[in-house]
């Protein structure tokens, strides 16, 4: 069974302070995607990586994919309250007619302003 | 506006209730899927229709019955429910099965069974 492990499971910051969000595997993925979802709404996805060791930036948000493709992290600088929100990883997997998206365990951020 | 939209938002009902789940999308996407949400738990992959075929079904009690009649509609009857069955349903669509294209989702459905 694959899953994704995401830590820490709750955070709370002020504005301002940096952060750093962790999914960890011992499964190999295709991809990795990274969603937020805010209360009330479905998850939306923020980035996608797919090299062994990429990393993206999104403004303040720096997205990287471990170089065995089985971890990533999602590290946010100068956090706002706007990015309050549940965090979610989420791993692809192909393999024939069942090609699906593992969803990590998630974190939940609260930034006070 | 997320291209998915899903009837209702909320839904209250008994156990020995019948109801429906509605999504539709208008994005061209080939493949449509639900995911249940609970509390402190991942996102489960119920199931998986890729056009307008079902091609994944995760173990799922036969009390959740999906339909796709169309590549934008797909709908989850819901029959015969128990209290742990209160979460929130999401659905989610996009370009065929393969997982690198973005997945957009629905607002959900928040569910409570009494």
């Given at each position: 069974t694959q899953l994704l492990e995401q830590s820490p499971q709750f955070l709370s910051i002020q504005e301002g302070e940096n952060l750093t969000v962790y999914c960890n595997s011992s499964s190999v993925f295709s991809s990795l995607q990274w969603y937020r979802q805010e209360p009330g709404e479905g998850p939306v996805l923020l980035v996608t990586v797919v090299t062994g060791g990429e990393v993206k930036k999104l403004k303040r948000l720096t997205f990287q994919f471990g170089d065995a493709r089985k971890d990533s992290s999602l590290h946010i600088t100068a956090?706002?309250?706007?990015?309050?929100g549940l965090y979610l990883c989420a791993g692809a997997s192909y393999g024939g007619a069942t090609n699906k998206l593992i969803f990590g365990t998630g974190t939940l951020l609260a930034v006070q302003p | 506006e997320t291209g998915v939209t899903q009837t209702p938002r909320h839904l209250v009902m008994g156990m020995t209730n019948k109801k429906s789940l509605k999504c539709e999308q208008h994005?061209?996407?080939?493949a449509m899927y639900w995911y249940k949400q609970s509390a402190k738990k991942p996102l489960e992959l119920m199931f998986v229709y890729s056009l307008e075929e079902?091609?994944?079904?995760?173990?799922?009690?036969?009390?959740f019955s999906p339909e796709c009649p169309n590549s934008s509609h797909l709908f989850l009857h819901l029959h015969?429910?128990?209290?742990?069955?209160?979460a929130l349903y999401l659905c989610a669509s996009s370009h065929?099965?393969?997982?690198?294209t973005e997945a957009f989702f629905g607002q959900g459905t928040r569910l409570t069974v009494v």
């Open positions: 956090a706002q309250p706007g990015d309050t | 994005l061209g996407h080939n079902r091609v994944e079904n995760n173990s799922v009690p036969s009390r015969t429910l128990q209290p742990e069955d209160s065929g099965r393969h997982w690198n």
